[in-house]
């Protein structure tokens, strides 16, 4: 049990959360401010000890993100992204100066695959530039972690060299990133435990680690490097991150406290805030996680097996060896209806973590009524689905005014959209269009208002509750080639008619390129 372990700080392991870096910056998860302050409100609420913010080098709106979340976040650290390179330290440190606990992270990579190839540098310029970096991020903070990337794939004698090196220079956290998710666990272990062997100074330090799931290792090797003496994991929510993803921080996290009879080490993660965790990111991204992901997915609780159902019943722990409870899966039974006041809806909200200004309230208010009146029933999903979905979007730079669909088995269905484009003077325009459908029509329509040549690559629908009444939650990726580059969103809508959520989402994937193709040509890293 968890309780048993002795809290001493030689047994805590550091939760170092990168959704907001190496998770944000995958393909489709960009978020905006207002996202990214309110998921920023939800990590301090986990009990999360670090935030990476984000990579304030990367551009205007990077750095000026994370200089709001480092002015926001209190009781934990805040951490902003650097190379091992003056200005980018000089940058980050900017942004975050203001937090109660500033950290920078600062890296270079430590492979020769890398430092041949990419760096066309040396080894020693490479181990000089390190200690530099660690030491100019020492003239700013006390709390400098450094990372030599590609870590996993580097000379072991030579990144020894390395981490010993930047300890002297003051490191007072080292992480050993598996960039590209090559290390299988027991090799990751046995890196881990070299270094111990081999670094004479390594305790002064923590050892953190980075892992990726290239191969699907990733929360395997954090384990085994926990194992080996590591005491940082560097994760994200939903395991989001570039490529396969990242080690998933509620993974790393219940298998910590399930099996700390073994690993004899704890976090100090609220484990019942990580449902809550999961599903807000979920509804901000507009992406689901799958199914059967472990301690999150739908079915991750669910017993399908007769013999199992029958063992459960008699006694949980027969087959369960996690409680739902312990994740904070609730059991709501609380449902409102049209006849719920606003006192009623403001204390639900509350309750599922929502503390609205008077405003958001108004206008959310609004929309549960206009829902309430078409829906009977109104559940804890459909509120959260209708908040992000309403409320908390911020406003782009197109606004759909209205929708007229008309459609039938034997008649050529057609729509019509009117938007209000905030770079037009006019107050609006609209234009009609027939297609394969509703939403088809819908979404030629809006491409000749706009003129947009983006393109919907899927289409996924959800039904939020039951019942042919229920809210729909449509989510698809859009793609639009800009400078000869790719970019890739993905655009959420929420409606109760099918068709209205389909254009809906078309729409908001075409706000969210507006805002991509801002931070176009921003640099990004990839430790
Ligand atoms: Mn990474």
Known sequence: MQEDIKKDKNNKV???????????????????MEEKLHFTNQLVKLGVDVI???????????????????????????AGLARADSQDIDVAWDAIKNAEKPRIHTFISSSDIHIDYQLKKNRTQVLEEAIAAVQRSKSYTWDVEFSPMDASRSDRKYLAEMVEAVIDAGAMTVNIPD????????????????????????????I????????????????????????????????????????????????IRTRSDILNVYTDVNTKQIMATSKLLTHITGVAVQPNKA???????????????????????????????????????????????????????????????????????????????????????????????????????FTVNNIQISTGMHSPPMTMVTLRDRLSESEETFDVANGNGGVDAGVKAVKKITGTSAEIESFKLVAITGGSDALCEVTVSVVEK???????????????????????????????LEYLKKKNGAERSAV
Not at 217 to 241: K, L, M, S, W, Y
Not at 501 to 512: E, K, M, P, T
């Open 52 to 78: 990476e913010a984000g990579f304030p080098i990367a551009s205007p709106g990077d750095f000026e993100a994370v200089q709001k979340i480092a002015e926001a976040s209190k009781g934990v650290t805040v």
């Open 295 to 397: 301690i999150v997915g739908a079915n991750a609780f669910a017993h399908e097996s007769g013999i199992h159902q029958d063992g459960v019943l008699k006694d949980a722990c027969t087959y369960e060896i996690m409680k739902p409870e312990d994740i904070g899966i609730a059991k709501s039974t609380l449902v409102l209806g049209k006849h719920s006041g606003r006192h009623a809806v403001s204390d639900r909200m509350k309750n599922l973590g929502y503390e609205m200004s008077k405003e958001e309230l108004d206008k959310f208010f609004v929309k549960f009524k206009d829902l309430a009146d078409k829906k009977k029933e109104v559940f804890d999903d459909d509120l959260e689905t209708l908040v992000w979905g309403s409320v908390y979007k911020e406003e782009g730079r």
């Open 482 to 512: 800009v400078d000869g580059k790719q970019l890739t969103v993905f655009g959420n809508g929420v409606n109760i008619d099918i068709s209205v959520a389909g254009i809906l989402s078309f729409v908001d994937a075409l706000n969210r």
């Open 208 to 255: 953190s680690v980075h892992c990726h799931n290239d191969l699907g290792f990733a929360t395997a090797n954090a384990i085994a490097a926990i194992e080996a003496g590591a005491r940082q994991v560097e994760c994200t929510i939903n395991g989001i991150g570039e490529r396969a993803g990242n080690t998933s921080l509620e993974e790393v996290v219940m298998a």
């Open 179 to 206: 960039t590209v998710g090559y290390a299988i666990p027991s090799e990751f272990g046995d890196l881990i435990k070299y270094l111990f062997d081999n670094v004479k100074n390594i305790n002064k330090t923590v």
């Open 14 to 32: 550091t939760i170092f959360d990168t959704t907001l870096r190496d998770g944000e910056q995958s393909p489709g998860f960009s978020m905006n």
